[in-house]
């Protein structure tokens, strides 16, 4: 079983930055590709940005591109999201998901493991 747990979350104001960590345990971290998306309320969950195992490879959004950066410390288990210049549009509850694929998706149906978000709640 592999667990993910999400901090960093809180309110910021438009312009600020944020950096978000995901704790991964109980399976090899190296093994998995990680993926950060997120959900507003009335929206579907969304991509936001993806880290693929083995090549260290990112993929981002296009809302993400520029402004977040996504990292992983094998060493920890766990998974970076630094996001800067922060506008009101990016809020929502930000998940931190797992899987063993080897390739970019930004499909969150392909991502097996989840963790339980993290509120992200930028002020205009």
């Known amino acids: 079983q592999v667990q993910l747990v999400e901090s960093g979350g809180g309110l910021v104001q438009a312009g600020d930055s944020l950096s978000l960590s995901c704790a991964v345990s109980?399976?090899?971290?190296?093994?998995?590709?990680m993926g950060w998306f997120r959900q507003a309320p009335g929206k579907e969950r969304e991509f936001v940005a993806t880290?693929?195992?083995?090549?260290?490879?990112?993929y981002y959004a296009d809302s993400a591109k520029g402004r977040f950066t996504i990292s992983r410390d094998n060493a920890k288990s766990t998974v970076y999201l630094q996001m800067n210049r922060l506008k009101p549009e990016d809020t929502a509850v930000y998940y931190c998901?797992?899987?063993?694929?080897?390739?970019?998706?930004?499909?969150?149906?392909?991502?097996?493991?989840w963790g339980q978000g993290t509120q992200v709640t930028v002020s205009s």
């Open positions: 880290i693929i195992r083995g090549s260290g490879s990112t």
């Open positions: 109980g399976r090899t971290f190296s093994g998995y590709t």
């Open positions: 998901a797992a899987d063993t694929i080897p390739f970019y998706s930004s499909d969150f149906k392909r991502y097996h493991y």
